[in-house]
């Protein structure tokens, strides 16, 4: 190809995203390439390195999706580790635990809330209930705990969600990590048929 244009580069990445979505092969983006470059009067060689800029595309795409997700996962198990940690923690201190205890628990509900919004969790702060020293009751330490229940009930479903798009998205990557050796391989044993026909 002799230059790309910026016409170019909105069809590799549009396709590129489209080939993650639809788990496009090699010979399904090179059809897509070669349907493209009728319009643009393309030769084959510019479709082949069409292809490769798509899957390359299509590749970085699934990594960076991967890591997103792989981190996402990373906040949930801290999530839940921090919950197991409060319920533990409430088991314990349940004859005298005060309205600080409920300061770090409704920080650590927020916190657990921020993540199923898929927010940030560490963007909650910390707010003081004011300067209540009375003991909580057994309903209120119970509802608590029941809570804390909930919410890793619900951390785990995520989890698993989370885990399946990872997964999936390291199949994609693989995939198109696949198409791209395919593509190089034919860029390689083009190249030596041609030294071939030069000697």
């Excluded at 798509?54 to 919950?83: P, T």
């Excluded at 560490?122 to 919410?151: H, P, W």
Aim: glycine content about 2%; proline content about 1%.
């Amino acid at each position: 190809m002799a230059t790309i244009n910026p016409r170019h580069v909105a069809w590799v990445k549009s396709t590129a995203k489209t080939a993650n979505e639809k788990n496009m092969t090699d010979a399904d983006v090179k059809t897509e390439a070669t349907n493209w470059a009728v319009l643009g009067n393309l030769n084959s060689g510019d479709i082949e390195a069409l292809c490769f800029l798509v899957m390359m595309q299509a590749s970085k795409s699934s990594q960076e999706d991967l890591k997103a997700i792989m981190a996402k996962v990373k906040a949930i198990n801290n999530q839940k580790q921090e919950l197991r940690d409060m319920q533990s923690k409430m088991r314990e201190e349940q004859q005298s635990m005060r309205s600080a205890m409920l300061d770090s628990f409704k920080l650590l509900r927020n916190k657990t809330i921020a993540l199923q919004n898929h927010q940030n969790p560490d963007t909650v702060k910390f707010i003081r209930s004011g300067i209540v020293r009375k003991q909580l009751s057994k309903t209120d330490i119970g509802a608590m705990i029941e809570q804390t229940k909930n919410d890793l009930n619900s951390m785990n479903e995520m989890r698993e969600l989370d885990q399946t798009r990872m997964q999936m998205y390291m199949d994609r990557r693989d995939k198109a990590i696949e198409a791209l050796s395919n593509f190089m391989k034919k860029f390689s044993d083009s190249q030596e048929n041609i030294i071939k026909n030069l000697k």
